[in-house]
């Protein structure tokens, strides 16, 4: 079952067969359309993230988080409020701690 958020009108759910679903590429290109997305921007929002050779990557919230932000960066927008923080539990007291926040501020100049 295909469900295409991007239709506006006509038949939005439709039923394919699975070697007839579209390739992540369609996919991806079906989404920059829909989006506005063009191929300078394109290059932007796809750059890997930073590495700190630490081996942890960002947890799926985090990675939405700051996909939204770089797309928001490269459309153009001019208020972007980012805040994260980065949560330890320990074992032995079972309170969470919030070691760092972190807020981007973009503003117009």
């Not at 409020?81 to 501020?105: C, D, E, G």
């Amino acid at each position: 079952m295909e469900h295409d958020f991007t239709v506006t009108t006509g038949q939005i759910e439709r039923e394919i067969a699975l070697d007839a679903f579209p390739s992540p590429e369609q996919l991806w290109q079906c989404y920059c359309q829909w989006k506005g997305i063009d191929n300078p921007q394109q290059a932007i929002i796809t750059q890997e993230y930073y590495d700190d050779s630490s081996g942890k990557v960002p947890r799926y919230y985090q990675v939405n988080a700051i996909n939204l932000t770089v797309e928001a960066i490269a459309l153009g927008e001019n208020r972007i409020l980012l805040v994260m923080a980065t949560v330890k539990h320990t074992q032995h007291s079972r309170q969470f701690h919030i070691f760092t926040q972190k807020s981007i501020f973009i503003v117009p100049v």
